[in-house]
């Protein structure tokens, strides 16, 4: 038992340094290289274009945001006419055509103005941020930034 014991403090004591040998052999993570000059004028150029877009889409959801309040309230108006509609009341009767009519324009424009304003609003804010974020967010030189902002000249944005 005595050698057992032996042997596998023994054995522990020479596995020890090997597997700290072993650690340390691993590779440490990929670095990122960092921007070149051009890759910073390039997202120089893109940041201020992140802002409109994303004031667009706050814009296009706000729209789309009201007219679904409006829709709502339409839907209670019409749940409450059909409520107290007696049917010999023709008055009653085309004030509740005239609310159906009214919560299907909502309806329609939400589905085919609001809703595809806010969707492609949201997504060119989307693609621009995916667009930044692949290429501006890796270390920079702050020499090389100096450089890149020397002369700087933007593309129109489209």
């Not at 054995?11 to 020890?16: D, E, N, T, V």
């Not at 004030?95 to 909502?106: N, Y």
């Amino acid at each position: 038992m005595i050698v057992t014991r032996r042997a596998a403090t023994m054995a522990a004591a020479l596995a020890a340094p090997l597997m700290i040998q072993l650690l340390s052999a691993q590779p440490a993570p990929a670095q990122q290289a960092p921007l070149t000059v051009q890759e910073i004028r390039a997202c120089l150029c893109l940041q201020p274009q992140l802002q409109p877009l994303q004031d667009a889409w706050r814009a296009r959801q706000q729209d789309y945001d009201e007219h679904q309040a409006q829709l709502a309230t339409v839907d209670k108006e019409v749940v409450a006419q059909r409520q107290k509609l007696d049917p010999n009341d023709t008055v009653g009767q085309q004030v509740l055509k005239d609310l159906l009519a009214q919560q299907q324009e909502l309806r329609d424009a939400i589905s085919v103005q609001f809703l595809p304003a806010v969707n492609k609003a949201r997504d060119a804010y989307n693609t621009a941020v995916a667009q930044y974020n692949g290429t501006c967010t890796r270390p920079r030189y702050s020499g090389d930034e100096t450089v890149a902002r020397q002369n700087l000249i933007c593309a129109a944005p489209q």
